[in-house]
């Protein structure tokens, strides 16, 4: 499977330059920074969360960090938890469950971000699938989330 529409879309229609990255069919994103040989901090990882009314928010973090939920509520100011995949994919329908790219806005959808990752020079995600990545400047990340909520809502594991 090649970069999902929806996220080649969006980073063409913001002129943003992208690389994919294939690599040996992974389970979790972590795995996958790993197979593809890049350091875990500047792989980006969606975690979905959702309200008590269905509303979900895509909070992303470094692979090599654990999402700290009670940050998250201070930094959006609303009572969020987590939401099992089989709940959301349908709102990723061009993505393969559990590879979902970690730009909600592509989607259309609230997201909150970990500071840490404006520290990158590089930014790696899922591309949609399990066996390949999208690589993009730390810079134009940053340029593409600059409007979402973020802060420290993640911890170095």
């Known amino acids: 499977m090649a970069t ?6 969006f980073l063409q229609t913001h002129h943003v330059e ?7 069919h992974t389970a979790t994103t972590l795995d996958s920074a790993i197979a593809a040989r890049i350091n875990s901090d500047c792989m980006a990882k969606a975690v979905m969360l959702g309200d008590d009314d269905g509303h979900m928010v895509m909070a992303v973090v470094p692979a090599s960090h654990q999402l700290k ?3 998250v509520r201070k930094a959006t100011g609303r009572h969020l938890h987590l939401v099992r995949e089989v709940d959301f994919a349908q709102l990723f329908p061009d993505c393969e469950v559990g590879a979902i790219p970690a730009l909600g806005t592509a989607y259309g ?13 590089d930014i790696f995600l899922e591309a949609g699938d399990h066996e390949s990545l999208v690589h993009v400047t730390g810079r134009d990340f940053i340029d593409l989330v600059r409007a979402c909520r973020h802060g420290s ?5």
């Open 18 to 24: 992208c690389e994919t990255v294939p690599h040996p």
């Open 109 to 121: 959808m609230d997201m909150v971000w970990d500071d840490c990752l404006a520290d990158q020079s």
């Open 4 to 9: 999902a529409t929806t996220l080649r879309k």
């Open 153 to 157: 809502i993640s911890v170095h594991r």
């Open 69 to 71: 939920l009670k940050q």
